[in-house]
């Protein structure tokens, strides 16, 4: 779990002692307390950090508060920040709206209450918190969502080179075969064997067809269900990667589920591996999927190079696309996914929450 983020307060007066009282009394929130002798020190202070709570007297010499508090407002920066302002003196309700007027968000008597102080406080320095925390999950939402524009973009043209420079040709080739069949003085003997080219044409078309629709929809989730697609899916990326893959299943009769889960486990197990052939450097990866405390388990190990600790930490900023993409379809679940640097290699794993609708209700396909 993520240390709670501390925030800054910026306590404002004339008065040494009082600035001490505040310090003494607002410690125990544990958030970062920032003293100013004076209004120019003060606006000295916004300008440098970030502040969440403004706590200032009303009564000092140069600049009052009433005065300092206008003066914030004006700032783009700062209208948002919540100011608190501290009176001995100015305790009238026409000194109550002046503050207001002003862009006060609150107004506290002497003497003050620390409990009262400390709440008050509290309250708009955790409100800041969240907000901050809102703006960067939103512009990091706005990253993810640029960058899996771009690779839809890209998967869309690597389908349509597929299409046209594979599939495509294929086609092209068996057209002119069929089509020299009819020309006149052909032998027997050559049509018979543009025949026979023409049907390998074709079968290497179809067996193209057959393989983008797997990458696109594996079928076999649909006929088999997930546990067999993930050993067909696992025995191809060997094949193709050179990196040996296992998968361990628990219970051995594991259920259907939903479509919509078997799905997003499925593409899970896709990215993961992606992953591990574009980066881990590994020589072997070991899927394991199983039922644990009314949970379902997937762990995708390798034994490779690990990732970064900024990633593993799923840091705002440094989680690309694909991990971004594998948290987002366990989100809708209900669940969450954890990244581990192990002795070699990196363990991803994802839990997600047993609920009335994860199963598929048909008896599950024996797997092959």
Do not use: C
């Not at 107004?107 to 400390?118: A, G, K, N």
């Not at 092209?172 to 020299?180: E, F, I, P, T």
Request: glycine fraction near 6%.
């Amino acid at each position: 779990m993520n240390v709670q983020e501390k925030v800054n307060i910026l306590m404002v007066d004339d008065q040494p002692g009082k600035l001490l009282s505040y310090e003494v009394i607002l410690s125990e929130l544990g958030e970062n307390l920032i003293k100013a002798e004076s209004g120019k020190v003060a606006l000295d202070r916004l300008l440098k950090n970030d502040i969440a709570v403004v706590l200032m007297d009303v009564s000092m010499p140069e600049i009052d508060g009433f005065e300092l508090a206008e003066m914030i407002r004006q700032h783009p920066r700062f209208q948002q920040t919540a100011i608190i302002f501290i009176s001995a003196v100015h305790l009238s309700d026409l000194d109550r709206l002046q503050g207001y007027q002003r862009g006060a968000v609150d107004y506290i008597s002497v003497p003050v209450i620390p409990e009262l102080l400390r709440a008050k406080v509290s309250v708009f320095a955790e409100l800041h918190r969240k907000t901050r925390q809102l703006e960067r999950l939103n512009e990091e939402l706005r990253r993810l969502s640029t960058n899996l524009i771009v690779a839809q973009d890209e998967e869309r043209r690597r389908i349509a080179r597929e299409l046209h420079d594979g599939l495509g040709q294929e086609l092209s080739a068996a057209k002119m075969l069929v089509d020299g069949i009819f020309r006149p003085g052909q032998t027997v003997e050559w049509k018979q064997e543009a025949v026979i080219e023409s049907s390998a044409l074709i079968d290497r078309a179809i067996q193209q067809v057959r393989n983008m629709s797997h990458l696109l929809h594996p079928p076999l989730l649909d006929e088999i269900g997930l546990q067999s697609a993930l050993k067909v899916y696992l025995e191809g990326f060997s094949t193709r990667s050179g990196i040996q893959s296992s998968i361990e299943v628990n219970p051995l009769d594991f259920p259907r589920l939903g479509l919509e889960l078997e799905t997003a486990i499925f593409r899970i197990v896709q990215e993961a591996l992606t992953n591990v052939f574009r980066h881990a450097e590994a020589r072997e990866a070991r899927l394991r999927l199983e039922i644990v405390e009314k949970k379902i388990l997937l762990s995708v190990q390798d034994d490779g190079k690990g990732l970064p600790e900024d990633v593993v930490a799923l840091r705002l900023g440094r989680v690309g696309i694909g991990i971004g993409g594998m948290r987002q379809r366990v989100k809708e679940f209900g669940g969450e996914v954890r990244l581990q640097n192990v002795s070699p290699g990196t363990l991803v794993q994802v839990f997600i929450p047993i609920i009335d609708s994860t199963f598929y209700l048909e008896p599950a396909p024996s797997p092959l």
